[in-house]
């Protein structure tokens, strides 16, 4: 049954009430718990919060990508209106790279050492399209001055370790959107790149995104990063939404105590087991125990109720969402 949100032209993406469970053994552990989130058409929405707190696992199964101990518990993804959970390998395929594709933080990773650039980024135009060769060559050459790669032509013989950080994320982009996807995912695609590299690959998805309304669920742990590409943001703690706002609005006025440390303690580079200095403590494991509000051990304003009853994410203001008891009830920090 079609639901308002589905009748929204304008919602490319709609996560659905999406729970991913981890087995150890024979317990199932929840990675993701109840996650629900809408992507625009041509909309740049970020995703936020510390390293373990179900980020990247939402985007693997957004992809279909699951390492094969995760598993979707519950819940929908609805791609153009059809559930993505649903499709047979066969099917995924059709999908992935062509009208979702994704670009990872290490391009090396991902790039196959022994093939020159051009046979790679003409990989799935070879796949999804049936063009001729010399097309394929031309596109890909195209794709290439696109990312703002220089000499195009002489490129295409490179292979990937003649490249520097900067030239192989660009690359990434390249392949990535070639097919011209509908929405590419970008987990911290640019955490392994220094601050000024950094800035000119924010500035390049920020302009193929505009150029071919493509929209990009942009994944970081890093609000300052976070907040020179993305229009609305959404932050995530232990598997759960906590504050979804308009970019503007989270780095103006931040809602939830997680929001607010966040951004008082900007961190660095994998901050995985780390404390941030204005919020003490750590994200829980799955395996450990975790209060109804999962903050709540690390909250500065938690009250009994939050360790009783789990808090539910809602509107405050216009566009602007938090999940948080002490909040909700006019509580501030
Ligand atoms: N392949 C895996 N096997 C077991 N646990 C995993 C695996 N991948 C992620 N996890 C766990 O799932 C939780 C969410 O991880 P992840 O999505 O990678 O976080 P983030 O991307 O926000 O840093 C973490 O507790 C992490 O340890
Ligand atoms: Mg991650």
């Known amino acids: 049954m079609a639901n308002t949100q589905n009748e929204n032209q304008d919602v490319l993406l709609s996560v659905e009430n999406l729970s991913i469970g981890i087995r150890e053994g024979k317990r199932v552990y929840p990675a993701v718990d109840g996650v629900s989130f809408q992507v625009h058409r041509g909309e740049v929405l970020g995703v ?10 939402t985007n693997l199964a957004v992809m279909g990508l699951l390492p094969p101990s995760l598993s979707v518990t519950g819940g929908r993804i609805l791609f153009a209106g059809q559930d993505l959970t649903a499709l047979s390998e066969k099917e995924r395929n ?14 090396l990773t991902c790039l196959n050492p022994l093939l020159k650039i051009g046979t790679q980024v003409g990989e799935s135009l070879r796949i999804h399209e049936s063009l001729p060769k010399e097309e394929i060559r031309a596109r890909v050459e195209k794709a290439l001055a696109e990312v703002g790669l220089p000499d195009p032509k002489a490129l295409m013989d490179c292979y990937p370790h003649q490249l520097s950080g900067g030239q192989r994320q660009r690359v990434m982009i390249a392949m990535a959107t070639i097919c011209r996807p509908d929405l590419m995912i970008a987990d911290e695609p640019t955490t392994a790149l220094d601050v000024t590299v950094q800035a000119k690959i ?12 493509m929209s990009i669920l942009f994944i970081s742990h890093d609000l300052a990063v976070i907040s020179q590409i993305c229009d609305r943001v959404m932050v995530m703690y232990a598997g759960k939404i906590c504050e979804v706002a308009g970019t503007d609005e989270l780095m103006r006025a931040p809602l939830h105590p997680y929001t607010k440390g966040l951004l008082r303690s900007i961190p660095t580079r994998d901050c995985r087991g780390q404390d941030l200095p204005a919020i003490g403590g750590h994200v829980p494991a799955v395996t450990e125990p975790r209060t109804p509000c999962p903050f709540a051990d690390r909250c500065p304003l938690a009250v009994p109720l939050c360790r009783e009853q789990a808090p539910v994410l809602a509107e405050t203001a216009p566009g602007h969402f938090v999940s948080c008891h002490v909040i909700q009830k006019g509580g501030r920090l």
């Open 202 to 213: 924010l500035r390049l998805l920020k302009h193929i995104s505009v150029k071919h309304h």
């Open 48 to 57: 936020v919060g510390e390293s373990g707190c179900g980020k990247t696992v």
């Open 94 to 107: 059709r999908v992935n790279g062509s009208r979702i594709s994704m670009i990872y933080q290490e391009p």
